[in-house]
């Protein structure tokens, strides 16, 4: 247990302290003894001082866990635990509270209402912290290390298993964000749920891992030796702006006087050769493209207030020694505008699909919009035309097998937004395998128009607008329509400058020429039928679409093949995730609740009848500790006893009368949403303490007793939406057993209102600021809890 806590509040140079009076939070902190060996309020604790004042108090006050209250965790994460590990801390020894998004920003113009909420959490998180211990190390019958060249979906896939299975993985993603193309994504087929949320799940859980370091604006350029003994050169890029200094002010942006294309928006629109960290940028610093810089230009440099520009940064150049690699690549569009007949590049209102996506989305150029590039009109007429380049001998060959289901799901975004759009998709062949035909019908259904043809031609219209001329091959009669927009569904060619190093400096020639490690096409080949892992570059395997075309759902699955393949050239001993579950024997009374709960079914039972989880296969979603009646399921770190101790931690009321509102939040896709409302200024009451869990699932309704018992007022339980939850079924099992306690509690004469669950999707920020004000004007209408007196105010 901790024994010397040290507090840290952060003003994060403004953000913060112009809403909470930190002189205020000074003597709050003062009330803290118990375990608490430093309380320091500081303007900025992820600058250069700031971090060494916490180096300082961690080694001259021999602090074994440090709280952090300030922005949140996914903002310079890498800074702040490099510094703990840095001090001799573990990493899991360092709490992040966040007071900004959470507490400032919703209750601007209300100071005192901030303070006292973030006066709640700083208790409650040292409650938390009271509790807790290093992790110990849990080894399961080979450790090496591993490199995953690629931070797309299968790149995240591929690291997430190579890391939960104890191999330390060394993640290169040449862009400065991860999530590679799906990132770009507005939403994904069938389910269409928001890209960002998966990749950002996958992410979480690597890092939770503690044994994955991500390096962007990275490419390997060199590469040599054998399987087990592989060593890569590898290069990065210079962000010319320092990472840990950056606050994001934007004042760079405004001054920088050139503008450059959107790359993140595929070329739709413009900003600064300054600009803010694209979505899926996990460095929380600005990015400054210096080959767009006039020569001599410093007006970044000059604008700065933190002096975060270095222009006179370099290229690093790193050594990376490691066993196995997954070469998870990715793809790019077909360069369509070779296609000259399509008109791309000619007329500014015909686009490809994936600057389709970028239209769509909320975060692209137009706020969602379906806008016209050119005419800046909205599309009420619109055509696409598939096999643009693909299935084509002068172009390429092959079909890349997803084209036809994306360009179906963008006519239903047409259809869904503005049911009078006219949407017409020009194709040679529908290709929706599986159940992707069930969304090829749902197209028909809502009134998109199918034309099989020939290829189409696309010229100006006269009277303006565009002429799309094509063979109607049913007919055999030559067709001509006009058009708004015109999108085109250009085909996945493989990122291939990573395949050449391999080739040339690792591959044995004549195994090249016997075996293929590169096909006509680009892409990988082996044997499909038995071995279509292998290469000839041994301890090297293909991952996603540098294997071939495929979907998301072809891309996780060959990244998970290719991430078993790399196990086995790793080694055999596996060090397993911290958080895994074990039971309690001496509590347990084998009702088997956890087999029955446990979404992976990874629990058996023993000799004695007692159940036991496989430890190489648990997930660590918790829900089994949710389950337990007789709460004897324990895990490392974040547990039920921890959740017990913040609840019951005196929280006192933001204002005398105010009801006290405990929230806690899958951390997945209900506390983004949170955070973001906080992003968006959006207000609600104060009330709300948020707590983020690893599954909605992992929480315990003995803990939400407790906590009433001790006085609060109410709960609110935030998890996925049903079928979207990342842990298969947590956020429905907490729902059950919720419903369950308002029984409960209606037998105890108390109101089943002072409990409700919500569903949260990562972009329903307005729908958690709603349902906030609403179970708090419930609960006033209720009352004060009979338990009352059991809090302090």
């Avoid at 110990?136 to 995953?148: D, F, N, Q, T």
């Avoid at 960290?277 to 460095?283: I, K, N, R």
């Amino acid at each position: 247990m901790a024994n010397s806590i040290g507090i840290f509040v952060c003003g994060c140079r403004g953000l913060v302290s112009d809403s909470i009076d930190l002189t205020l939070m000074e003597a709050e902190l003062a009330k803290l003894k118990k375990s608490v060996g430093a309380r320091v309020v500081h303007p900025w604790l992820c600058g250069d001082q700031g971090c060494e004042t916490i180096r300082e108090n961690i080694a001259d006050r021999g602090l074994d866990c440090v709280i952090l209250a300030g922005c949140p965790e996914n903002v310079h994460g890498p800074l702040f635990d490099g510094l703990a590990t840095g001090a001799g801390l573990a990493s899991e020894m360092l709490l992040r509270l966040d007071i900004r998004e959470g507490c400032a920003y919703p209750q601007r113009g209300s100071p005192d209402h901030s303070f006292r909420k973030a006066a709640n959490l700083i208790r409650m998180w040292t409650a938390r912290a009271r509790l807790m211990k290093p992790f110990e190390e849990i080894k399961l019958p080979g450790y090496r290390a591993a490199v995953v060249a690629g931070g797309g979906l299968a790149g995240l896939t591929a690291a997430l298993e190579l890391a939960e299975a104890g191999i330390n993985v060394t993640l290169i993603e040449k862009e400065s964000f991860i999530g590679g193309n799906v990132a770009r994504l507005n939403k994904v087929f069938p389910r269409m749920c928001d890209s960002n949320c998966g990749l950002t799940y996958l992410y979480s859980r690597i890092k939770d891992t503690g044994r994955a370091r991500l390096m962007t604006l990275s490419e390997i350029v060199s590469l040599r030796g054998k399987a087990g003994r592989y060593e890569a050169g590898v290069v990065t890029r210079p962000r010319y702006i320092k990472e840990g200094i950056c606050n994001g002010c934007g004042q760079c942006v405004k001054a920088c006087p050139v503008e450059v294309p959107d790359r993140f928006n595929c070329g739709l629109g413009s900003h600064r050769a300054v600009q803010a960290p694209y979505p899926m940028d996990l460095a929380g610093a600005y990015l400054i493209n210096r080959e767009y810089c006039p020569e001599g230009c410093e007006a970044c440099s000059r604008a700065c207030p933190a002096g975060a520009i270095d222009l006179t940064q370099k290229a690093g150049e790193t050594r990376i020694n490691f066993g196995t690699m997954v070469v998870a690549s990715g793809w790019s569009p077909y360069p369509v505008e070779r296609v000259e007949r399509l008109g791309f590049g000619v007329f500014p209102d015909v686009i490809t699909n994936m600057q389709m996506e970028r239209l769509a989305a909320e975060n692209g150029p137009t706020g969602g919009g379906i806008i016209c590039p050119g005419s800046g009109r909205k599309a009420r007429r619109v055509v696409f035309i598939q096999c643009a380049g693909s299935r084509d001998v002068w172009h390429q060959g092959w079909c890349s097998s997803v084209c036809c289901t994306a360009s179906i799901k963008q006519a239903l975004y047409l259809r869904e937004r503005d049911p009078g759009c006219r949407v017409y998709i020009f194709y040679n062949d529908i290709r929706t395998p599986g159940d992707y035909e069930d969304l090829y019908v749902r197209a028909q259904e809502a009134g998109v128009l199918f034309v099989r043809t020939n290829p189409a031609e696309v010229l100006a219209d006269p009277s303006g607008g565009l002429k799309i001329i094509a063979e109607d091959t049913l007919t055999g009669r030559v067709i001509e329509t006009t058009a708004d927009l015109v999108v085109l569904a250009a085909g996945m060619t493989p990122a291939g400058d990573l395949m050449k190093v391999i080739e040339e400096e690792v591959v044995d020639r004549k195994s090249l020429l016997k075996y293929g490690l590169v096909g006509y096409s680009g892409y990988h080949t082996g044997h499909r039928q038995c071995f279509p892992m292998e290469t000839a570059a041994q301890g090297i395997y293909f991952a996603g679409c540098a294997q071939g075309p495929m979907d998301m759902g072809g891309t996780a699955l060959s990244a998970l093949a290719a991430s078993a393949k790399a196990l086995k050239a790793a080694g055999r001993e596996v060090i397993v995730s911290p958080h895994i579950a074990v039971v309690d024997k001496t509590g347990c009374d084998k009702c088997k609740r956890c087999l029955e709960e446990c979404p992976y079914g990874v629990f058996h039972l023993d000799e004695e009848g007692f159940p036991v989880p496989d430890g190489l296969f648990c997930r660590g979603c918790h829900v089994c500790v949710g389950s337990c009646p007789r709460q004897c399921i324990v895990t490392q770190g974040f547990g039920l006893k921890q959740q017990a101790a913040m609840v019951s931690s005196r929280i006192k009321e933001i204002a005398p009368g105010e009801p006290v509102v405990i929230a806690f939040m899958c951390e997945n896709d209900a506390y983004p949403a949170v955070l973001e409302a906080g992003r968006r200024g959006l207000r609600y009451p104060p009330n709300i303490h948020s707590i983020p869990v690893r599954c909605i699932g992992s929480v315990n309704m003995a803990v939400i007793k407790e906590g009433i018992s001790a006085g609060v007022d109410g709960f609110l339980l935030a998890g996925c939406r049903s079928g979207e939850c990342h842990y298969l079924s947590g956020s429905d099992r907490a729902r059950e057993r919720l419903d369950n306690l308002r029984e409960t509690l209606n037998d105890m004469m108390i109101e089943p209102a002072r409990v409700k669950f919500l569903s949260l999707g990562i972009d329903d920020a307005s729908v958690f600021v709603r349902e906030a004000c609403e179970i708090v004007e419930n609960l006033r209408a209720i009352g004060p809890s009979p338990f009352k007196n059991a809090i302090v105010i």
